[in-house]
């Protein structure tokens, strides 16, 4: 079992959907982050956070320390937010290594 | 802009040659990692550096060298040994206690034919 589970695998919707991925770990953690991998490869770190809330724009990011699963919603969702998100928690201990979800490939039709 | 450069975008080499792969980052970040990805899988850490001259394995460190001689360069070298070295290779950077979270470079997809 991944000590990084998120789901779902793959997810399509349409332009205007709200859209939700989940993440759950079985690893102690600092903290969790959201990730987006665009096609090229390259990717951008969304949101770092180890309690609570955090919102950018029209993306959400939550998570619950106790039942350790964190979500990541996109409201009024945009072809241009078509891409692989990842989930990653940094593994407690003082060396700032992550351990990694394998990812969500969002597809958003116009 | 501070950030990651990680070159060449696409690399290609024969079976049983050395390849080394750049990552300087301009950040003053005091940790640098490597990551590997495969279709279908997380990322999985090669080697990760915290402060110059010392490094640690990661989990799949066989086949792999790296250096850390200055803090802003960390470059990874795929051995001869390495089994399965086509794959898509990211270096990442982090301050000291993660207070910011991570930058991440573009990343070097490697085939090896």
């Known amino acids: 079992k991944n000590e990084v589970e998120q789901s779902p695998q793959n997810l399509t919707a349409q332009e205007g959907e709200f859209i939700t991925i989940n993440c759950s770990y079985s690893v102690g953690i600092s903290a969790l982050h959201w990730l987006q991998q665009h096609p090229g490869g390259g990717i951008v770190s969304l949101f770092m956070?180890?309690?609570g809330k955090k919102k950018h724009g029209r993306l959400i990011a939550t998570i619950n320390i106790q039942e350790k699963h964190s979500s990541l919603h996109i409201t009024a969702s945009h072809p241009r937010d078509s891409a692989v998100y990842i989930c990653a928690g940094t593994i407690q201990g003082g060396s700032e290594k992550l351990v990694f979800g394998k990812g969500t490939k969002l597809t958003v039709n116009p | 802009d501070g950030g990651i450069t990680q070159s060449p975008k696409y690399l290609f080499r024969k079976e049983g040659q050395n390849v080394t792969l750049s990552c300087e980052q301009n950040?003053?970040?005091?940790?640098m990692y490597w990551y590997r990805q495969d279709p279908g899988q997380g990322l999985r850490l090669i080697y990760y550096?915290?402060?110059?001259?010392?490094?640690q394995k990661g989990d799949i460190a066989e086949g792999y060298s790296v250096s850390r001689e200055k803090k802003e360069s960390f470059p990874l070298t795929v051995t001869s040994a390495q089994k399965n070295p086509t794959a898509f290779y990211l270096c990442?950077?982090?301050?000291?206690?993660?207070?910011?979270?991570?930058?991440f470079g573009s990343g070097t997809r490697l085939t090896v034919v």
């Open positions: 550096s915290q402060i110059v001259n010392d490094f």
């Open positions: 956070l180890s309690s």
């Open positions: 990442a950077s982090v301050w000291a206690g993660e207070k910011y979270g991570y930058t």
């Open positions: 950040l003053n970040h005091d940790a």
